[in-house]
Structure formats: structure tokens, C-alpha cells
């Protein structure tokens, strides 16, 4: 496709329940990267792969949250027994590289909601 | 750690005018990019203009201009001819320049910019 897409774009879950969201970057691109956007804040860096590797996680919350890429293209974000306060938009964005002059592209984002 | 601070949480500016909005940010790199980015209600946050570090001119993008002063520490973004497209939250940021590995994005809170016909 010609930009990120990510799915799906809201997402409903109860306390407790397991949730997988999507991200699929633009072709070719090797660097994938995760934030968190809470309601009225900016996003806040989760995770990022370079082809399939995971080289920083040190964003992630919790060990609740958890991340693959495993073909170094199509990456999901997973968060077990979700809580209230994981309840936020989820950005991907994708770079061809790892570097600033490759700038990075967002997706549409995923609001998660949890009752 | 690096900080990124924009201290007007809301603006507003008349359509065709100009509106400068603000962002400090705090690092001990000597080398780095800065970013501002746009998010409109659709959620995409779209790229306006990047400054890297080591450059003194300031970055130009049609409308969009910044002012950069690497010794205070701050990076402005100046909208000229502002139209109602404009309407949107608009995010600092900062990507520390590395030696490979994650160039990840430090945002600051967001300045909701509101441009009225």
C-alpha cells in the first residue's frame, strides 16, 4: 500500500482480555517502531524492529506488552490481561532506515478503549 | 534522558495571518534532529519540517519555517498565510543522531492550533 496501515482502528476489550494490533509498514521499509498516545499527550516511544529484529524495548510498559515482527515486515503489538490505563492510541511508524534523514511515516493509529 | 517542552497547550490564529508556536527541548547530544510534526482530528501525524543539528540555517518548507537556536535550546515553528488546513495538533520532537539501532522520537506535549476564516 502507499502509507502505513494499521487495524484495527478501534478496538473495544474488557479488563482482563487479551488484544493483537496490526501494523503493516510500507514496503521495503526495515525500520518499524511503536508509540503510545495517551488522550492529550504526545506519543511515547514503545518498541522498535529493524527488519525482524527487536533492538529496543525499552519503552514497553509492562511485560504484559509484548511485540513480533517475524518476517521483518507485518508487525503486531499484543497486550495480555489488558488494564483501564493501557486505554490509548497506538501508533506504527515505519522508516526505510535508522536514521533522521529517513523520516519516519505513521499509520492511522489503533484507539484502544478498555471498560 | 531528552525533554521536549511546548508551553502553549492551545492557539489560535485568523486565516492568511502568522503564528509562531514554541518548543524547548533539553539533551546533552551535540548531535541531533529536530521534527515538528502535524496531526489533524484523522490521527495520521504527517511530517511538517526537520532541522538537524549541525546545520545553522533554518529549515524551510513552503509556509512553514522554524527558527532554531541550538545554543538556548529551542525550536519555533513559524506558519505563514495560515489556512483553515492548518487547523491541527502540532507536535515537537527530537531524535537523538545515533550509531545505528533505535532513532526513536522523543514528543513534546502537542500545541492544538486552531485557524479561524
Known amino acids: 500500500g502507499a502509507g502505513v496501515s494499521q487495524s484495527p482502528r478501534y478496538k473495544v476489550a474488557k479488563r482482563g482480555q487479551d488484544v493483537a494490533l496490526r501494523c503493516d509498514p510500507i514496503?521495503?521499509?526495515?525500520?518499524l517502531f511503536w508509540y503510545q498516545q495517551a488522550l492529550g499527550q504526545g506519543p511515547e516511544f514503545l518498541t522498535y524492529?529493524?527488519?525482524?529484529?527487536?533492538?529496543?524495548k525499552s519503552g514497553l510498559p509492562s511485560d504484559r506488552f509484548f511485540a513480533e515482527r517475524p518476517e521483518g515486515s507485518v508487525s503486531t503489538l499484543k497486550i495480555q490481561r489488558t488494564q483501564q490505563e493501557d486505554s490509548a492510541v497506538y501508533l506504527c511508524?515505519?522508516?526505510?532506515?535508522?536514521?533522521?534523514?529517513?523520516?519516519?511515516?505513521f499509520g492511522d493509529g489503533t484507539r484502544l478503549s478498555i471498560l | 534522558a531528552q525533554t521536549v517542552t511546548q508551553s502553549q497547550p492551545e492557539m489560535s490564529v485568523q486565516e492568511a495571518e502568522t503564528v509562531t508556536l514554541s518548543c524547548t527541548y533539553d539533551?546533552?547530544?551535540?548531535?541531533?534532529?529536530l521534527f515538528w510534526y502535524k496531526q489533524p482530528p484523522s490521527r495520521q501525524m504527517i511530517l511538517v519540517i526537520r532541522?538537524?543539528?549541525?546545520?545553522?540555517q533554518n529549515a524551510t518548507e513552503n509556509r512553514f519555517s522554524v527558527n532554531f537556536q541550538k545554543a538556548a535550546k529551542s525550536f519555533s515553528l513559524k506558519i505563514s498565510d495560515s489556512q483553515l488546513g492548518d487547523t491541527a495538533m502540532y507536535f515537537c520532537?527530537?531524535?537523538?543522531?545515533?550509531?545505528?539501532?533505535?532513532?526513536?522520537?522523543?514528543f513534546g506535549k502537542g500545541t492544538k492550533l486552531t485557524v479561524n476564516p
Open positions: 520532537a527530537f531524535m537523538k543522531h545515533g550509531q545505528g539501532g533505535s532513532e526513536k522520537l522523543v
Open positions: 514496503s521495503g521499509h526495515v525500520s
Open positions: 539533551t546533552s547530544e551535540s548531535n541531533y534532529y
Open positions: 524492529f529493524q527488519n525482524e529484529a527487536q533492538l529496543d
Open positions: 511508524a515505519s522508516s526505510l532506515g535508522d536514521r533522521g534523514n529517513q523520516p519516519q511515516h
Open positions: 532541522q538537524e543539528a549541525y546545520k545553522q
